[in-house]
């Protein structure tokens, strides 16, 4: 398993270097990627800055639960080759993106979920030659867990997505582990995704360590607060979880 193997390491580097900190020793690490050039003037018509401020107070509120060093990358820097190759030592993972639900010949029900990666300043984000497949991460990922798992995107909250297979977070509400997974059920806007994010992680982050409450309640509170834009009636804001209701996100 790859926790074990990387404590052993951990372990084994705490003792050979001297003056290695604790703190490096044992670091959780925790990536943030957001795909921005999809989300661009030249493919949009308009400029969306929500990428940038989505990606920035992730990578904030991830340190303050405990995550480090906080990785990833903004822009053309989140490239699949990137992703899959980080993945591994990761124990929290942040994506904003575009998401979908896609089909395959394999999965449950015939499902491949999948968010696009950046596509670079050069054109507009296509899921042929952009998708990054939950079944591609679940073979990086090698069977290991995750404690929190943020998919700021559209779909990746509905109930059949396999994404949370990707990640080893089975779809309850009852687990007993430490993990957590969020995301969206429908089409929803960049402004809704900050609007809701923005408070759930002022809710977790608002109190000290030791008092820190459960991110199933602040999903409660994210939801409770109204005001989400929405697409249409087809497509009403709502957000989604699965994992441990009494888990409170700091790693380990």
């Not at 003037?41 to 990428?51: A, M, N, S």
Request: proline share 4%; with cysteine.
């Amino acid at each position: 398993m790859k926790r074990a193997q990387m404590l052993l390491v951990s372990i084994l580097l705490a003792v050979s270097a001297l003056g290695a900190s604790t703190q490096g020793a044992f670091a959780y690490y925790g990536d943030v990627w957001s795909n921005s050039d999809a989300f661009s003037y030249r493919c949009l018509g308009f400029t969306d800055t929500y990428p940038q401020q989505l990606y920035s107070q992730a990578q904030t509120q991830m340190a303050a639960l405990g995550y480090s060093p906080v990785g990833g990358a903004l822009g053309s820097g989140f490239t699949t080759s990137a992703f899959l190759g980080n993945v591994l030592p990761d124990w929290g993972v942040y994506v904003h993106s575009h998401g979908d639900n896609y089909w395959a010949s394999s999965g449950y029900p015939n499902v491949d979920s999948a968010f696009l990666q950046d596509p670079g300043t050069s054109r507009c984000g296509s899921y042929s030659t952009d998708a990054i497949r939950s079944s591609a991460i679940k073979s990086a990922t090698r069977g290991s867990q995750y404690n929190l798992v943020i998919m700021s995107t559209c779909y990746l909250g509905n109930n059949s997505s396999t994404m949370p297979g990707a990640f080893q977070i089975q779809k309850v509400k009852t687990s007993t582990r430490r993990e957590f997974y969020l995301g969206y059920v429908y089409t929803t806007y960049d402004s809704a995704a900050l609007r809701f994010e923005s408070a759930f992680w002022s809710y977790v982050n608002g109190y000290p360590q030791f008092s820190r409450r459960a991110l199933s309640s602040a999903f409660t509170y994210a939801s409770s607060i109204g005001g989400y834009e929405y697409p249409n009636s087809s497509n009403p804001f709502q957000a989604n979880w699965w994992g441990n209701p009494n888990y409170n996100g700091t790693p380990g």
